[in-house]
């Protein structure tokens, strides 16, 4: 598959994309309180579910962040393949922001939260696991577009 290509030729971007967003929630948090870290350590301990969702997401951002720049690149792998528009990417951005901000940031929800009214600010909390769901389903998605799933023939 591409992806698995991708991933072998960037290894290093995927690992520091996907600690990147990880540990971003938290350093955005650090603003606001010098305990953001203990925070958040609770918080991912606390919910289990969420967690888990968090890592996958985080995973599959540094995926999507190297398979981009990757095809970005335009190499030929195979010249059968045909070379794929790194524009398909816009939907995994999209994702990606949609998934951190609503399904992921609480500390983005303070920001939120003074463009809406409490009650929406309180549903999407109550509701972020399926925000990170979708965003997620975002990434794959634009995985999928980028060709990331396609099999080819490594001719060395």
Known sequence: MILIYALRRRLIVTVISSLGIFFLTPMIQLINTPLAFEIWFLDI?????????????????GMFISLYMYVKRDIC?????????????????????????????????????????????????AYSPYFTLLSIAIILFSIFKLGGFKKINIKN
């Open 45 to 61: 301990l606390t919910k289990p579910i969420n967690s888990l969702l968090y890592i996958i997401f985080s995973i599959l951002f």
């Open 77 to 125: 792998i195979d010249c059968e393949v045909t070379h794929i528009k790194a524009s398909n990417a816009n939907a995994g951005i999209l994702g990606s922001v949609i998934g951190f901000v609503l399904g992921i940031c609480p500390a983005c929800f303070s920001l939120i939260s003074v463009l809406l009214p409490l009650g929406i600010s309180i549903t999407l909390s």
